[in-house]
């Protein structure tokens, strides 16, 4: 269904082309909702309204910067103030002036749309993969005894603390003081070796252990979207790509065969 929809909205655009028609044109409403929700590339769609795809890959990094300045990451576009959004639109048409040739420069408004989108579901994963926090139940006998010793109460607190949970394999304990090492162990053990994108991961989001097991929990489907939208800033290889989604797919099949 997806693949159907997105060829019919391509195929109108190059039926137009080939009558000397306007292209450029902005999507309906409900176009641009099914795209903006879309976990597709939409890089023939986008070439289809005569948008160099170079272009748009720095229009994207532009985007990138004047949203984590301007909004609230992780909330999606319609609960973000209209004004704010347009702040970022502002800032983006002033770095790309050919954005102006397109109606209510939607090229930029589609990306920004998308980018909210893919930060709301990656906090939400990041937020469902979180352990509840531990509450100590009190025993009757300790209800019942007011006047505990200091020696006798961290005797049992000690006695209660739960051990650490088990880690998904390949994915190292959480450093709090250096979160990019997380990322780095996991580049590393891919094959061949993907460190040297640890720098790009962080800007993207992918910062440290609970973001990478977020990451990690999305659907294959959505992994491969948000690979091909910011691959204009990773810039990995086809090799690449492979190894990193295969490694992806391998450690979250462990994770949950050992959950």
């Not at 999606?76 to 420069?105: C, D, F, G, K, M």
Request: aromatic residues 8%; hydrophobic residues 35%; charged residues 25%.
């Amino acid at each position: 269904m997806m693949r159907r929809t997105l060829k019919k909205l391509i195929r109108a655009r190059r039926l137009a082309r080939d009558k000397d028609r306007e292209v450029r044109y902005r999507p309906s409403d409900q176009e641009f909702t099914w795209l903006a929700r879309s976990t597709a590339a939409i890089d023939d769609f986008l070439e289809a309204c005569q948008i160099d795809i170079g272009k748009y890959g720095s229009l994207k990094a532009s985007v990138r910067t004047a949203a984590k300045k301007h909004l609230s990451l992780g909330i999606p576009p319609q609960e973000q103030q209209t004004e704010r959004l347009q702040v970022v639109i502002n800032a983006v048409l002033h770095a790309h002036p050919w954005l102006s040739s397109y109606e209510r420069n939607w090229p930029a408004m589609l990306y920004l749309h998308r980018y909210l989108k893919t930060r709301t579901r990656m906090k939400m994963f990041v937020q469902k993969t979180q352990p509840p926090p531990y509450r100590r139940k009190q025993s009757s006998s300790r209800l019942s005894s007011p006047a505990l010793s200091n020696a006798e109460a961290l005797a049992s607190d000690r006695m209660v603390t739960p051990p650490p949970p088990e880690r998904p394999p390949n994915i190292p304990a959480p450093d709090h003081g250096v979160g990019k090492d997380a990322v780095r162990q996991f580049l590393q053990l891919a094959s061949p070796s993907l460190e040297v994108y640890v720098d790009a991961f962080i800007m993207l989001g992918i910062r440290d252990q609970a973001s990478l097991q977020g990451f990690l929990s999305w659907p294959p489907n959505a992994r491969v979207q948000w690979l091909n939208e910011e691959n204009g800033i990773l810039r990995m290889s086809r090799l690449e790509v492979g190894s990193f989604l295969l490694h992806c797919e391998n450690t979250a099949r462990r994770s949950v065969m050992q959950g």
